[in-house]
């Protein structure tokens, strides 16, 4: 048990936990922008991607 209780002493007063903590949040925070960004133009590069693909020559 107090093995425990140490390693819990330990990674409370470890600083690279909050980095990572900062690292999920800014991903987190990037993932909803790009959600966002795609939702909102998503008729638009829709129509885009298709137009694209109809101008393609048809393969044998």
């Known amino acids: 048990m107090r093995r425990q209780v140490h390693y819990f002493q330990q990674f ?3 600083q ?3 980095t990572v903590v900062e690292y999920v ?3 987190a ?3 909803g922008a ?3 960004f ?3 133009y998503e008729v ?3 129509g885009k991607i298709n137009q694209t693909v109809s101008s393609l020559p ?3």
């Open 38 to 40: 795609f939702t909102g």
């Open 44 to 46: 638009t590069l829709s």
């Open 12 to 14: 409370m007063q470890d």
């Open 58 to 60: 048809e393969g044998n």
């Open 25 to 27: 949040v800014a991903a």
């Open 34 to 36: 790009l959600v966002v």
């Open 29 to 31: 925070l990037l993932v």
């Open 16 to 18: 690279e936990g909050l």
